[in-house]
């Protein structure tokens, strides 16, 4: 049955938000509370950390899960968030070990259900349920171990402020002067110009925390500030392409301004191992 003209016509145009590309109103609203809400809990009671992250891996997986589903494929939704939220509940009790644990029995638990499915496309299924469990539920207990070190709030603090200092200023430099396109097949928005911001704000960012907040030298800053953006806006396209070849803009609607909560965890996700072994290797960090 053809849809009514007339209906169609009468459908609100999409909101054009102009070059910022999105409700920025909303975007800074809904970052700063829950910005202040991570942060007020590094700061006063490290543990309930622990209660966000498990919160943002279930929130995560879902999507992720959904989104994957798109394809034809069945993502283990139940198992998989289950074992990532173990997983980070895992490395936080017992260390990296019960990590490898954690993720190999939801490994094993994931093949058992979905074999109990009984579906044509089992190993298919059975790889993109581990493809979100590794990207999702894995990457985020690496933020997890830093919380575990001594002085782990101000590691954990330190890295989220480098990502979303490299977030801000490649979405600040991109808006006011972003021409040259990176890759515009996958992400036509990102730009030279705003990684060039990226790196700027995330250097500045890093000097401040390595001077201020540690018993650091200044120029591991500069190291964290320069390495952390690169990794960053590789999780940023990461996330593009699987959008992309999906057919999505956002991977969901939970946060106005922002899209979904894997849209704000794109770049802090895969750049979570790099800050570990940064962090260990540099003085005055570990």
Known sequence: ?????????????????????????????????????VLASLIFFPPSFLAIAVVGVVAATWELANALSRSGSQVSRPSTMLTGAAMAIACYVGGREWL???????????????????????????????????????????????????????LVICFLALVVGSDIGG?????????????????PKKSWEGYAGSAVFSTAVGV????????????????????????????????????RDLGLKDMGTLL?????????????????????VLFSFLPGYL
């Not at 590309?21 to 202040?36: E, K, M, Q, S």
């Open 100 to 154: 490898w644990v954690a993720f190999t029995a939801g490994t094993g638990l994931i093949v058992v259900v979905t074999l109990l499915r009984q579906r044509p496309n089992a190993v298919k299924d059975v790889c993109l349920s581990v493809f979100a469990l590794t990207y999702v539920g894995l990457m985020a207990s690496f933020v997890v171990y830093l919380l575990n070190k001594e002085s782990g709030n101000l």
């Open 1 to 37: 049955m053809s849809a009514d003209p007339q209906a169609a016509a009468a459908a609100p145009p999409p909101k054009d938000y102009g070059r910022a590309g999105r409700n920025l109103p909303a975007a800074i609203g809904v970052g700063c509370v829950l910005g202040g809400a």
């Open 208 to 243: 401040c925390m390595a001077v201020f907040a540690f018993p650091a030298p200044w120029w591991t800053g500069v190291v964290l500030g320069v390495t952390i953006p690169v990794f960053a806006t590789l999780g940023d396209f990461s996330e593009s392409m699987i959008k």
């Open 171 to 187: 979405y600040v430099f991109g808006v006011l002067w972003g021409k040259h396109p990176i890759a515009p097949r996958i992400s």
């Open 256 to 276: 106005p301004g922002h899209g979904g909560v894997m849209d704000r965890l794109d770049s802090i996700l895969p750049t979570a191992p790099v800050a570990l």
